[in-house]
């Protein structure tokens, strides 16, 4: 019985070390993170997500700043049934890159990190929930609808880094009419 609750514990501290080790972007700056973005790339572990990895869309993004330091995070999402708007609160952390957001879907908190951005071109973000990679993500954000091979090549070796399999690892391509053109975005 002690055996099993020592082995459980280790391996759960494994776990988290994998994410603690993960640093938001040095001197992060929200108003120059504001804005449009294009999710190009996406690292998902989930079984239940697995089916639908290779339909997925280079959603939209449409991040604003809030005068208190939460984000709101408006996606705009190619469906089956049609283009789909969510929104998302992030409220922000004593650390600067580093957030917090109630995820209806799974019902838990969960953990924002904006490892790397050079904020004209890519962000690198990290969502996760510690001891379970099942609802740990990682996403690579562009300021366009592709990005440059050694963005990608880098959100990779990244997503690798954090323990996720090759086949988890997706880059959408363009959602078509998602949103709709002529919608003001
Ligand atoms: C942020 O999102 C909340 C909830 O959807 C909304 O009530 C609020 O108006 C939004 N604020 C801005 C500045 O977009
Ligand atoms: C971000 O990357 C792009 C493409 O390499 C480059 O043109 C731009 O100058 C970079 N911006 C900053 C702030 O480093």
Not at 82 to 101: D, H, L, N, R, S
Not at 139 to 163: D, H, P
Request: glycine share 8%; hydrophobic share 40%; with cysteine.
């Amino acid at each position: 019985m002690r055996t099993t609750v020592v082995a459980v514990v280790m391996v759960m501290s494994c776990v988290m070390m994998a994410y603690a080790d993960v640093k938001p972007q040095r001197d992060f700056n929200l108003q120059r993170f504001a804005g449009k973005w294009y999710r190009v790339g996406l690292a998902y572990d989930s079984p239940s997500f697995a089916p639908f990895r290779e339909k997925v869309k280079a959603s939209m993004g449409m991040v604003t700043p809030l005068p208190n330091g939460n984000v709101n995070l408006t996606m705009w999402d190619a469906t089956p049934v049609g283009c789909q708007i969510m929104g998302y609160q992030y409220e922000k952390t004593a650390v600067p890159g580093q957030f917090t957001y109630f995820s209806t879907r799974h019902n838990m908190v969960k953990d924002i990190t904006v490892v790397d951005t050079n904020y004209t071109e890519y962000a690198l973000v990290l969502k996760y929930k510690a001891f379970n990679r099942e609802y740990t993500q990682v996403a690579l954000y562009g300021r366009t609808q592709t990005v440059r091979g050694e963005i990608i090549n880098k959100f990779k070796a990244f997503a690798l880094s954090q323990g996720f399999p090759r086949e988890s690892i997706v880059t959408p391509p363009p959602a078509g009419n998602c949103p709709p053109s002529g919608s003001g975005h």
